[in-house]
């Protein structure tokens, strides 16, 4: 999505992209300039309705996707009982806890994982949602979806579930550091995973739940394998998205000057 915005900006603003474009002339018109079309051509309907048909279906997705997450939070909001300071208890002898919300999350706690937790464990409990709340992920969760829907699905469930284990993980380690203990963070996970069994995850709510807890205690107690800090690919990264960002304009300036009819 920032690649092909930024190809779409430098395309059509020859005085920023005229130092990544080589040099090539139409007629007399040999400085930086938009691509030159003729959009009386017969192929130029078309495209413009190709562009609408995708756009569309982008809308349609995003629509959806939001529709979704909108709906689960707001469910659960409805039948929450007692707002306390810092939580939601939500009517239910079901045991989870949620933050649900995209721009301001809130945090729910059942009846049913109170009435099995400690008061020590629920701090951890609570710490690691108001994590989440912090973050923003659930506004992440709903981007990945759309952004990677294209994807093999394979590869799309595979990305998807290691950025949902990767948020649990910095919840995790965030309520460590608030609570100055990573081996309570580990102990609340092991009894929350004995509490609550198995129950499904929604990409719209982040839950505090037993998926992948062996992993979760490896990356706190540090028995995880070696990961590499996040720090040290920001430039990788950056260097990627310049080097596509460049190819792509000019990619996509000469295949706009070259579509047929146009």
């Known amino acids: 999505i920032v690649v092909s915005g930024l190809v779409t900006l430098l395309v059509y603003a020859p005085q920023i992209s005229g130092p990544i474009l080589d040099n090539h002339c139409h007629s007399e018109l040999c400085t930086p300039h938009v691509p030159a079309m003729n959009t009386s051509g017969w192929f130029a309907l078309p495209v413009a309705l190709v562009i609408l048909l995708v756009t569309s279906v982008a809308l349609v997705i995003l629509g959806q996707a939001l529709v979704r ?52 464990q629920l701090a951890v409990v609570l710490a690691h949602e108001r994590a989440h709340a912090l973050r923003r992920d659930n506004l992440r969760h709903l981007a990945a979806g759309i952004g990677t829907w294209l994807m093999p699905r394979g590869t799309r469930r595979k990305l998807l579930a290691d950025l949902r284990l990767a948020a649990e993980q910095a919840c995790d ?40 807890t062996d992993a979760r205690i490896a990356a706190l107690t540090g028995d995880s394998a070696r990961t590499v800090a996040a720090g040290t690919l920001v430039l990788p990264i950056a260097l990627v998205y310049i080097l596509l960002t460049a190819a792509g304009t000019t990619a996509v300036h000469h295949g706009l000057e070259i579509l047929p009819g146009i």
């Open 173 to 212: 380690r965030l309520a460590a550091r608030e609570l100055g203990s990573p081996r309570q963070v580990a102990e609340t996970l092991l009894a929350v995973r004995e509490a609550c069994g198995s129950f499904t995850r929604r990409a719209s709510a982040s839950a505090f739940c037993p998926d992948a």
């Open 69 to 120: 997450a909108i709906g689960l939070g707001r469910t659960l909001l409805a039948i929450a009982g007692e707002r306390r300071r810092s939580f939601d208890v939500l009517e239910t002898h079901t045991p989870g806890a949620w933050c649900v919300g995209l721009l301001r999350p809130r945090v729910l706690v059942s009846k049913g994982l109170m009435s099995l937790l400690s008061s020590n």
